[in-house]
């Protein structure tokens, strides 16, 4: 029986939301990691739909789009075997402790998250209460599952505090019910920049769509992706203080191709930023072209998917029914 605890690896959560596509930010800063953590760790995994709706959504695009955000995970190498991987809104203890745990975060916290106050500014004709109550919802996908860990890009970092917070606060009342985890944000990666502005994070709700490059675009737009990119009006290809654009090219290159920055600045040295960035953008497209077939396989067979998702939600489910049923006896709900 899958339970919390249940081996001494250590537990990984983490989640991904399904609008839009997934991007090379999605894949540097969190995907990759949670690939290869699966041998050392105990990982659960999941396309938080309910997260999405905090933005309206149309619905045949959310179903769809949550369809191929999953299928997607496995073409980047989440083993649905191995790992729990899951689609948030087929596993109810997710809503159900948010409800509980809303009750244990200050109004004042929430209001204080970055995400929230950015958010609030680019929907402003829909600040509903999902959008300020998101980061709680977060906090119960965490700590139902007993997580010690939680990859993510350094985006989420304020959201990982606050649900370290409300288990603590929670803890100290009812004793220890939550394990407390820690964030784990990748050394290089955490904040993949936009190529059109390389001060603004890589992001799926960018108005300009050259400046994300998304793990389905063709090779053909990803090198022009690139090439399009902004820089600066030097030509030397270094990893240096002020030069947002080259930094971020560098690091997406030695990302996707196991170089060094010593190695790239040697390879680049003298050439000049036209041959780098067709560079950048073939290793990228290079890299991507394997995730793209086994995604296109796994679109043609989604009676397997389906069988995947509808199997990890009861993997999932019962895992996280064990916390919840302890955080109800705890708070004092009147067993049925
Ligand atoms: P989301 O869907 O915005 O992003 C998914 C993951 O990708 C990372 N990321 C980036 N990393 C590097 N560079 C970027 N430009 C970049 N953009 C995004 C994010 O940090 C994230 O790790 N709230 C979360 C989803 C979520 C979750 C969770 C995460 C729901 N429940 C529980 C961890 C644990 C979100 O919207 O991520």
């Keep these: ?33 949670w690939v290869d953590m699966q041998e050392a760790h105990r990982c659960i995994y999941s396309i938080v ?22 299928a997607l995970g496995i073409a980047c190498g989440i083993d649905p075997e ?53 980061p709680v919802l977060m906090a119960s996908d965490i700590l139902l599952y007993q997580a010690a860990l939680v990859p993510v890009g350094a985006d989420q970092k304020q959201h990982i505090e606050l649900t370290r917070n409300t288990a603590i606060r929670f803890n100290s009342v009812y004793g220890n019910v939550f394990e407390i985890p820690e964030p784990l944000i990748p050394e290089t990666g955490a904040r993949v920049m936009s190529l059109q502005d390389p001060t603004k994070k890589m992001s799926k709700s960018d108005d300009n769509p050259k400046s994300c490059v998304a793990l389905l675009d063709s090779r053909d737009a990803i090198i022009k992706k690139f090439r399009s990119a902004v820089t600066d009006s ?18 997406i290159y030695g990302l996707m191709t196991g170089r060094s920055v010593a190695e790239t600045e040697a390879e680049f040295g003298g050439r000049g930023y036209g041959d780098f960035k067709t560079a950048v953008g073939e290793a990228v497209a290079d890299k991507l072209r394997p995730i793209q077939e086994k995604f296109d396989d796994l679109m043609k067979d989604k009676g397997y998917v389906e069988s995947c998702y509808r199997k990890n939600a009861d993997r999932a489910l019962q895992f996280s029914g064990r916390t919840l049923e302890k955080v109800y006896k705890k708070v004092g709900f009147l067993a049925r």
């Excluded at 001494?8 to 990759?32: D, E, M």
């Excluded at 309206?56 to 179903?63: M, Y």
């Design 1 to 33: 029986m899958e339970s919390p605890k249940t081996d001494k690896k250590k537990i990984a959560f983490s989640g991904i939301q399904a609008t839009g596509s997934v991007h090379i930010g999605n894949y540097l800063g969190a995907i990759k990691n």
């Design 49 to 70: 739909d309910m997260h999405a709706i905090t933005v309206r959504q149309d619905p045949k695009a959310l179903r769809e789009n949550t369809l191929r955000a999953y």
């Design 82 to 134: 191995k790992s729990i991987f899951f689609i948030q809104s087929h596993v109810h203890t997710h809503a159900e402790l948010t409800w509980v745990l809303n009750c244990f975060t200050p109004y004042g916290e929430l209001g204080r998250m970055t995400q929230f106050k950015d958010k609030s500014q680019t929907n402003a004709d829909n600040i509903n209460a999902g959008l300020f109550d998101y």
């Design 234 to 251: 030097e030509a030397e290809v270094v990893m240096r203080e002020g030069k947002d654009g080259i930094n971020n090219l560098i690091t």
